[in-house]
């Protein structure tokens, strides 16, 4: 009696007869099975045993960070449809605001735990749907939503947790915690030895030839010819020739004479031999000093002690944003699936949908209209018999 061996009038004759027969003995509310089933959250697992065999939508929320000055962020959102057989246990984990399952804990706020789907186990790599809960705020920032891609860490599961503010949100990769601290600045180093804070002095040659500084060495007077007024000088001149011979020196002496020297002995005879004058000078040669010269064995880069140079004088109040946790859905085995980021407000939720059934029975009495949304059944058997198929 399948369809193809009957025509449309035929099936809808047999199916109104079904429908006729299972209202007479069997009202049709015995038949409008429960397909829908909402899971709130409760701070423990629960279990979900598949009552038909089937497709269904899992539509899980994460949990909203911990509220603080500002609000936490909220809990991602996937949906995602699955293949489950009949008598298959489903565990569902529903995240809570003040962090069950992953939130990080925070001396501020803890983060949103996140909603997860697990199947064939309770662990966490039985996980096949997870929405990430939001990361919890401070006095700085809200929370970072929950669902988002890369939370800024690789910890599977658990966000992380603060000591100085607020906790990361759970969920497929937890996400990062907030800070709220206040940074005592310190100045660590010191004028010898430098370090934190403190910068390096060069030595300079600060000084001059004139005087102080690095030109430290005088140049000490000397009775140079500057210091002799005219005296008895002599200037030499052209050699008197005798055959082309020089025989002698010729002298012009500053006396007006002149002096005359064989050429044997050159310039050491003579009553005018060359002098520097008369010592005209003020100046004392061992003590008067008349400039510096560089006395000094350091070069201009030598480093000869530090300083504090550092734009620090006070401390430092620092805040940041605690990330939300990832949502991920297992495609090997999911269809259908959405990630949503940012949707969730207090606790998680999880929604279950039946989205069409397989070899559904109605205690031997079928009914065509048999639908869950816009989805119809796959098929459906009268007496055992099938008597309609997709």
Known sequence: MGMKQHSKKHLVLILNMAIVLGTLFHPLSVYAKELEWDFEYVGKEQEFIVPYSGIYQFEA?????????????????????????????????????????????????????????????????????????????????????????????????????????????????????????????????????????????????????????????????????????????????????????????????????????????????????????ELQCEKSESATIDSYSLGCGKKTNTVIGYNLECDKTYDEYVVTQASGGSNWYDSSICTNGKSETGIQEGNGMCRVKVLSMYNLFYNSTACQSVYYGESKVKKIYFNGTLIYKE
């Open 61 to 277: 929320a994460g949990a909203q960070g911990g509220n603080a000055t500002n609000a936490g962020g909220k809990g991602g959102k996937v949906t995602a449809s699955v293949k489950l057989k009949k008598g298959e246990k489903v565990v569902i984990t529903v995240g809570g605001q003040g962090g069950y399952n992953g939130g990080g804990a925070g001396t501020v706020s803890n983060g949103g735990g996140a909603t997860d789907v697990r199947l064939a186990g309770n662990q966490l790599s039985d996980r096949i749907v997870v929405a990430g809960g939001g990361g919890g705020a401070n006095a700085g920032y809200g929370g970072g939503e929950g669902g988002v891609a890369n939370p800024g860490t690789s910890e599977p599961g658990i966000g992380a947790s603060s000591s100085e503010g607020a906790g990361g949100g759970g969920g497929y990769y937890g996400g990062i915690s907030g800070t709220q601290r206040v940074v005592e600045h310190v100045h660590d180093g010191n004028a010898e030895t430098g370090g934190n804070c403190y910068s390096p002095i060069y030595h300079k040659h600060s000084g001059s030839t004139a005087g102080g500084g690095c030109y430290t060495v005088p140049v000490y007077h000397n009775h140079s010819d500057e210091c002799y007024e005219e005296g008895y000088w002599c200037e030499w001149g052209a050699p008197y020739l005798a055959g082309g011979t020089p025989q002698a020196w010729v002298a012009n002496c500053g006396c007006g004479a002149t002096s005359v020297s064989s050429h044997a002995s050159g310039c050491s005879t003579g009553k005018h031999k060359y002098n520097r004058g």
